[in-house]
Protein backbone atom coordinates (compact mmCIF):
# COMPACT_ATOMS: atom_id res chain seq x y z
CA UNK A 1 0.00 0.00 0.00
CA UNK A 2 2.69 2.73 1.04
CA UNK A 3 4.64 1.96 -2.25
CA UNK A 4 1.35 2.36 -4.46
CA UNK A 5 0.28 5.46 -2.48
CA UNK A 6 3.75 6.79 -3.00
CA UNK A 7 3.58 5.95 -6.59
CA UNK A 8 0.31 7.50 -7.14
CA UNK A 9 2.16 10.87 -5.34
CA UNK A 10 4.99 10.86 -7.40
CA UNK A 11 2.28 10.92 -10.49
CA UNK A 12 0.74 13.83 -9.33
CA UNK A 13 4.09 15.69 -8.56
CA UNK A 14 5.25 18.16 -11.18
CA UNK A 15 9.01 18.77 -12.71
CA UNK A 16 7.87 22.09 -13.78
CA UNK A 17 6.44 23.22 -17.27
CA UNK A 18 7.93 24.73 -20.89
CA UNK A 19 8.70 28.26 -21.27
CA UNK A 20 5.75 30.11 -23.25
CA UNK A 21 5.70 28.84 -26.79
CA UNK A 22 6.50 31.94 -28.60
CA UNK A 23 10.29 31.48 -26.31
CA UNK A 24 10.73 27.72 -27.42
CA UNK A 25 9.91 28.69 -31.14
CA UNK A 26 12.36 30.96 -30.92
CA UNK A 27 15.09 29.31 -29.11
CA UNK A 28 14.49 25.94 -31.55
CA UNK A 29 15.29 27.88 -34.12
CA UNK A 30 18.08 29.79 -32.85
CA UNK A 31 19.54 26.31 -31.82
CA UNK A 32 19.52 24.99 -35.67
CA UNK A 33 21.00 28.28 -37.28
CA UNK A 34 23.35 28.11 -34.87
CA UNK A 35 24.98 24.64 -35.35
CA UNK A 36 23.63 24.35 -39.28
CA UNK A 37 27.36 24.71 -40.49
CA UNK A 38 29.09 23.20 -37.71
CA UNK A 39 31.61 20.27 -39.72
CA UNK A 40 32.56 18.56 -37.11
CA UNK A 41 32.93 14.69 -37.45
CA UNK A 42 32.08 12.24 -39.86
CA UNK A 43 29.36 10.22 -41.20
CA UNK A 44 29.45 6.97 -39.99
CA UNK A 45 30.64 4.59 -42.94
CA UNK A 46 30.90 0.57 -40.92
CA UNK A 47 27.36 -0.04 -42.24
CA UNK A 48 28.07 0.63 -46.27
CA UNK A 49 24.72 2.38 -46.61
CA UNK A 50 25.13 5.02 -44.07
CA UNK A 51 27.88 6.26 -45.50
CA UNK A 52 25.78 7.32 -48.17
CA UNK A 53 23.91 9.84 -45.49
CA UNK A 54 23.84 13.77 -46.83
CA UNK A 55 26.09 14.90 -43.94
CA UNK A 56 24.32 18.49 -44.83
CA UNK A 57 21.03 17.55 -43.33
CA UNK A 58 20.23 18.75 -39.57
CA UNK A 59 16.76 18.39 -38.09
CA UNK A 60 15.63 19.83 -35.00
CA UNK A 61 12.23 18.96 -33.00
CA UNK A 62 11.04 19.59 -30.07
CA UNK A 63 7.54 17.79 -28.65
CA UNK A 64 6.15 18.73 -25.04
CA UNK A 65 4.01 16.44 -22.75
CA UNK A 66 0.81 18.69 -24.09
CA UNK A 67 1.43 17.78 -27.96
CA UNK A 68 2.75 21.05 -29.08
CA UNK A 69 5.79 20.85 -31.56
CA UNK A 70 8.30 23.49 -31.84
CA UNK A 71 10.27 22.15 -34.79
CA UNK A 72 13.61 23.38 -37.57
CA UNK A 73 15.28 22.56 -39.88
CA UNK A 74 15.11 18.73 -41.81
CA UNK A 75 12.77 17.48 -39.33
CA UNK A 76 10.78 15.55 -41.82
CA UNK A 77 13.48 13.60 -43.38
CA UNK A 78 13.75 9.94 -42.82
CA UNK A 79 16.39 7.66 -41.18
CA UNK A 80 17.17 4.65 -39.64
CA UNK A 81 17.11 4.84 -35.21
CA UNK A 82 19.63 2.30 -35.20
CA UNK A 83 20.64 2.57 -31.25
CA UNK A 84 17.61 4.85 -30.30
CA UNK A 85 15.62 1.53 -30.93
CA UNK A 86 16.85 -0.18 -27.59
CA UNK A 87 15.76 2.93 -25.59
CA UNK A 88 11.89 1.63 -26.14
CA UNK A 89 12.45 -2.14 -26.33
CA UNK A 90 13.73 -1.83 -23.30
CA UNK A 91 10.63 -0.24 -22.16
CA UNK A 92 8.61 -2.91 -23.42
CA UNK A 93 10.27 -5.57 -22.49
CA UNK A 94 10.21 -4.15 -18.78
CA UNK A 95 6.68 -3.49 -19.01
CA UNK A 96 6.35 -7.30 -20.30
CA UNK A 97 8.35 -9.35 -17.94
CA UNK A 98 9.13 -6.55 -14.76
CA UNK A 99 11.86 -4.36 -13.36
CA UNK A 100 13.98 -7.34 -11.81
CA UNK A 101 13.92 -9.38 -14.33
CA UNK A 102 15.63 -7.85 -16.81
CA UNK A 103 17.74 -6.06 -13.87
CA UNK A 104 18.97 -9.46 -13.07
CA UNK A 105 19.63 -10.89 -16.71
CA UNK A 106 20.53 -7.74 -18.36
CA UNK A 107 22.08 -5.45 -15.74
CA UNK A 108 22.05 -1.18 -15.57
CA UNK A 109 25.82 -0.20 -15.45
CA UNK A 110 27.90 1.55 -18.00
CA UNK A 111 30.92 -0.55 -19.00
CA UNK A 112 33.04 2.54 -19.71
CA UNK A 113 33.58 0.63 -22.95
CA UNK A 114 32.65 0.40 -26.85
CA UNK A 115 28.91 0.23 -27.93
CA UNK A 116 29.82 -3.12 -29.34
CA UNK A 117 32.64 -4.54 -27.23
CA UNK A 118 32.99 -8.02 -26.28
CA UNK A 119 35.09 -7.54 -24.01
CA UNK A 120 33.09 -6.20 -21.57
CA UNK A 121 31.27 -9.29 -21.20
CA UNK A 122 34.04 -11.07 -20.89
CA UNK A 123 35.38 -9.01 -18.16
CA UNK A 124 31.88 -9.13 -16.44
CA UNK A 125 31.37 -12.68 -16.14
CA UNK A 126 28.69 -12.96 -19.76
CA UNK A 127 27.10 -10.32 -18.26
CA UNK A 128 26.06 -7.74 -20.96
CA UNK A 129 26.50 -4.87 -18.06
CA UNK A 130 23.34 -2.58 -19.88
CA UNK A 131 20.72 -2.94 -22.38
CA UNK A 132 21.99 0.13 -23.98
CA UNK A 133 24.93 -1.24 -25.66
CA UNK A 134 24.83 -4.16 -28.46
CA UNK A 135 25.43 -7.36 -26.34
CA UNK A 136 22.71 -5.88 -23.60
CA UNK A 137 20.25 -4.82 -26.50
CA UNK A 138 20.64 -8.00 -28.38
CA UNK A 139 19.43 -9.56 -24.77
CA UNK A 140 17.38 -7.26 -24.53
CA UNK A 141 15.28 -7.85 -27.58
CA UNK A 142 15.74 -11.50 -26.63
CA UNK A 143 13.67 -11.68 -23.43
CA UNK A 144 10.12 -10.03 -25.14
CA UNK A 145 7.92 -13.03 -24.71
CA UNK A 146 7.19 -14.12 -28.46
CA UNK A 147 6.27 -17.86 -29.47
CA UNK A 148 8.56 -17.55 -33.12
CA UNK A 149 10.83 -14.85 -33.92
CA UNK A 150 8.56 -13.22 -36.71
CA UNK A 151 6.41 -12.64 -33.38
CA UNK A 152 9.14 -10.87 -31.51
CA UNK A 153 9.61 -8.62 -34.54
CA UNK A 154 5.95 -7.87 -35.40
CA UNK A 155 5.86 -7.31 -31.57
CA UNK A 156 8.73 -4.72 -31.20
CA UNK A 157 7.78 -2.80 -34.75
CA UNK A 158 4.06 -2.71 -32.83
CA UNK A 159 5.42 -1.05 -29.18
CA UNK A 160 7.49 0.86 -31.16
CA UNK A 161 5.20 2.42 -33.32
CA UNK A 162 3.09 3.01 -30.31
CA UNK A 163 5.36 5.10 -29.21
CA UNK A 164 5.35 6.93 -32.14
CA UNK A 165 2.06 7.74 -32.47
CA UNK A 166 1.95 5.82 -36.43
CA UNK A 167 3.07 2.99 -38.51
CA UNK A 168 6.99 2.52 -38.86
CA UNK A 169 8.14 1.17 -41.80
CA UNK A 170 11.47 -0.69 -41.98
CA UNK A 171 13.48 0.40 -44.54
CA UNK A 172 14.82 -2.36 -46.44
CA UNK A 173 18.04 -1.59 -48.04
CA UNK A 174 19.36 -0.35 -44.60
CA UNK A 175 18.28 -3.52 -43.45
CA UNK A 176 20.10 -5.69 -45.94
CA UNK A 177 23.03 -3.93 -45.82
CA UNK A 178 23.18 -4.16 -42.14
CA UNK A 179 22.47 -8.01 -42.67
CA UNK A 180 25.40 -8.13 -44.28
CA UNK A 181 27.78 -7.00 -42.16
CA UNK A 182 26.60 -7.45 -38.59
CA UNK A 183 29.18 -9.97 -38.03
CA UNK A 184 30.32 -9.07 -34.78
CA UNK A 185 26.58 -8.82 -33.43
CA UNK A 186 26.13 -12.58 -34.44
CA UNK A 187 29.81 -13.11 -32.81
CA UNK A 188 27.72 -11.09 -29.74
CA UNK A 189 24.87 -13.47 -29.74
CA UNK A 190 26.55 -16.78 -30.03
CA UNK A 191 28.53 -15.27 -26.81
CA UNK A 192 25.81 -14.86 -24.88
CA UNK A 193 24.17 -18.00 -25.81
CA UNK A 194 27.20 -19.60 -24.03
CA UNK A 195 27.35 -17.81 -21.24
CA UNK A 196 23.07 -18.51 -20.81
CA UNK A 197 22.12 -15.04 -21.10
CA UNK A 198 19.77 -15.67 -24.07
CA UNK A 199 17.10 -18.47 -24.71
CA UNK A 200 16.26 -17.85 -28.47
CA UNK A 201 18.22 -18.60 -30.89
CA UNK A 202 21.32 -16.49 -31.30
CA UNK A 203 21.20 -15.87 -34.86
CA UNK A 204 17.36 -15.13 -35.66
CA UNK A 205 17.44 -12.64 -32.52
CA UNK A 206 19.92 -10.82 -33.66
CA UNK A 207 18.45 -10.98 -36.81
CA UNK A 208 14.92 -9.28 -35.11
CA UNK A 209 17.61 -6.58 -33.24
CA UNK A 210 19.06 -5.99 -36.95
CA UNK A 211 15.67 -5.10 -38.16
CA UNK A 212 14.51 -3.13 -35.10
CA UNK A 213 17.36 -0.95 -35.32
CA UNK A 214 16.31 -0.38 -39.12
CA UNK A 215 13.37 0.87 -38.33
CA UNK A 216 13.02 4.59 -40.42
CA UNK A 217 12.16 7.14 -38.16
CA UNK A 218 12.33 11.41 -37.78
CA UNK A 219 13.24 13.71 -35.77
CA UNK A 220 10.04 14.83 -34.92
CA UNK A 221 9.05 10.83 -34.30
CA UNK A 222 11.89 10.68 -32.00
CA UNK A 223 10.74 13.82 -30.12
CA UNK A 224 6.94 12.06 -29.87
CA UNK A 225 8.82 8.88 -28.65
CA UNK A 226 10.78 10.93 -25.97
CA UNK A 227 7.81 13.32 -24.97
CA UNK A 228 5.93 9.46 -23.98
CA UNK A 229 8.53 8.74 -21.70
CA UNK A 230 8.46 12.25 -20.48
CA UNK A 231 4.55 11.57 -19.84
CA UNK A 232 4.57 8.61 -17.51
CA UNK A 233 4.28 6.35 -20.95
CA UNK A 234 1.43 8.71 -22.30
CA UNK A 235 1.77 9.47 -26.22
CA UNK A 236 0.82 13.21 -26.23
CA UNK A 237 -0.44 12.43 -29.54
CA UNK A 238 -2.47 9.61 -29.75
CA UNK A 239 -3.57 9.85 -25.73
CA UNK A 240 -2.64 5.95 -25.84
CA UNK A 241 -1.04 4.70 -22.29
CA UNK A 242 2.00 2.93 -24.13
CA UNK A 243 3.98 1.93 -20.89
CA UNK A 244 3.95 2.56 -17.44
CA UNK A 245 5.34 5.38 -15.19
CA UNK A 246 7.13 3.14 -13.55
CA UNK A 247 8.79 1.20 -16.35
CA UNK A 248 9.48 5.03 -17.37
CA UNK A 249 11.12 5.89 -14.53
CA UNK A 250 13.61 2.59 -15.17
CA UNK A 251 14.02 3.53 -18.54
CA UNK A 252 14.93 6.99 -18.08
CA UNK A 253 17.33 5.79 -15.18
CA UNK A 254 18.91 3.76 -18.03
CA UNK A 255 19.39 6.48 -20.55
CA UNK A 256 20.95 8.83 -17.89
CA UNK A 257 23.93 6.32 -16.58
CA UNK A 258 24.30 4.70 -20.09
CA UNK A 259 22.13 6.22 -23.07
CA UNK A 260 25.39 8.64 -24.69
CA UNK A 261 27.75 5.01 -24.37
CA UNK A 262 31.36 5.83 -23.05
CA UNK A 263 30.34 9.74 -23.11
CA UNK A 264 27.29 9.45 -20.59
CA UNK A 265 28.94 10.95 -17.52
CA UNK A 266 30.23 13.99 -19.53
CA UNK A 267 26.60 14.58 -21.79
CA UNK A 268 24.92 13.52 -17.97
CA UNK A 269 27.11 16.40 -16.57
CA UNK A 270 26.92 19.08 -19.08
CA UNK A 271 23.59 18.93 -20.35
CA UNK A 272 21.95 16.78 -17.71
CA UNK A 273 19.31 14.58 -19.77
CA UNK A 274 18.23 10.86 -20.31
CA UNK A 275 19.73 10.78 -23.88
CA UNK A 276 20.05 7.99 -26.53
CA UNK A 277 22.25 8.34 -30.04
CA UNK A 278 22.09 6.58 -32.86
CA UNK A 279 24.84 6.22 -35.63
CA UNK A 280 22.73 7.18 -38.13
CA UNK A 281 22.88 10.48 -36.42
CA UNK A 282 19.48 10.65 -34.25
CA UNK A 283 19.27 11.92 -30.57
CA UNK A 284 16.49 11.67 -28.84
CA UNK A 285 16.97 13.55 -25.14
CA UNK A 286 14.15 13.56 -22.53
CA UNK A 287 13.22 16.39 -19.58
CA UNK A 288 10.66 14.11 -17.89
CA UNK A 289 7.17 16.00 -17.05
CA UNK A 290 8.25 18.91 -19.79
CA UNK A 291 8.98 16.83 -23.39
CA UNK A 292 11.48 15.89 -25.17
CA UNK A 293 13.89 17.17 -28.12
CA UNK A 294 14.55 15.08 -31.19
CA UNK A 295 17.68 15.59 -33.39
CA UNK A 296 18.83 14.72 -36.62
CA UNK A 297 22.59 15.32 -38.07
CA UNK A 298 24.36 12.75 -39.73
CA UNK A 299 27.76 14.18 -38.70
CA UNK A 300 29.43 11.87 -35.69
CA UNK A 301 31.84 12.48 -32.64
CA UNK A 302 34.59 9.18 -32.06
CA UNK A 303 32.07 8.06 -29.60
CA UNK A 304 29.12 7.76 -31.88
CA UNK A 305 26.92 10.42 -31.09
CA UNK A 306 25.82 13.35 -33.27
CA UNK A 307 27.84 16.32 -32.95
CA UNK A 308 25.44 18.76 -34.17
CA UNK A 309 22.52 16.88 -32.95
CA UNK A 310 25.14 17.29 -29.23
CA UNK A 311 25.39 21.09 -29.16
CA UNK A 312 22.06 21.64 -30.00
CA UNK A 313 20.72 19.86 -27.05
CA UNK A 314 23.13 21.49 -25.00
CA UNK A 315 21.88 25.03 -25.86
CA UNK A 316 18.22 24.00 -25.49
CA UNK A 317 18.85 22.35 -22.10
CA UNK A 318 20.49 25.44 -20.68
CA UNK A 319 17.96 28.10 -22.18
CA UNK A 320 14.74 26.46 -21.57
CA UNK A 321 15.92 24.93 -18.19
CA UNK A 322 15.28 21.04 -19.17
CA UNK A 323 18.31 20.31 -16.77
CA UNK A 324 17.48 17.76 -14.44
CA UNK A 325 19.64 19.09 -11.88
CA UNK A 326 19.33 22.33 -12.16
CA UNK A 327 17.69 23.73 -9.13
CA UNK A 328 16.24 27.06 -8.27
CA UNK A 329 15.24 28.48 -4.28
CA UNK A 330 11.69 27.72 -3.36
CA UNK A 331 10.72 31.24 -2.46
CA UNK A 332 11.97 32.29 -6.29
CA UNK A 333 8.66 34.44 -8.22
CA UNK A 334 7.69 33.03 -11.43
CA UNK A 335 10.13 34.02 -14.31
CA UNK A 336 9.62 37.71 -15.98
CA UNK A 337 10.34 38.39 -19.34
CA UNK A 338 13.84 39.95 -17.86
CA UNK A 339 14.39 36.59 -16.24
CA UNK A 340 13.73 34.72 -19.28
CA UNK A 341 16.06 37.15 -21.63
CA UNK A 342 18.87 36.54 -18.76
CA UNK A 343 18.62 33.08 -19.41
CA UNK A 344 18.92 33.38 -23.21
CA UNK A 345 21.77 35.47 -22.85
CA UNK A 346 23.42 32.47 -20.28
CA UNK A 347 23.20 29.92 -23.28
CA UNK A 348 24.19 32.29 -25.96
CA UNK A 349 27.71 32.85 -23.86
CA UNK A 350 27.89 29.23 -22.57
CA UNK A 351 26.21 27.22 -25.54
CA UNK A 352 28.58 23.92 -26.42
CA UNK A 353 29.08 20.82 -24.51
Not at 53 to 69: N, Y
Not at 125 to 131: L, R, V
Not at 162 to 171: E, Q, T, V
Not at 213 to 237: E, F, Q, R
Request: proline share 5%.
Amino acid sequence: MFESDALDIAQRSSTGSLPPADDIADLVVRAHARYADVNEGRVADYIPILAEADPARFGLSIVGVDGSAFEAGDVGVEFSIQSISKAFVFALVCEEIGHEAVHELVGVNNTGLAFNSLIAMELNGGSPMNPMVNAGAIATTGLLPAESSEERWRRVREGLSRFAGRKLALDEVVYRSEAETNHRNRAIGKLLQSYGRLDPDPLETVDVYTRQCALSVTAHDLAVMGATLADGGVNPITGEQVVSAAVCRDTLTVLASCGMYERSGEWLFEIGLPAKSGVAGGIVAVSPGKGAVGAYSPRLDPAGNSVRGQRACAYLSRALGLNLFASARWSTPEPSSSSRADTRRHAEEHPDV
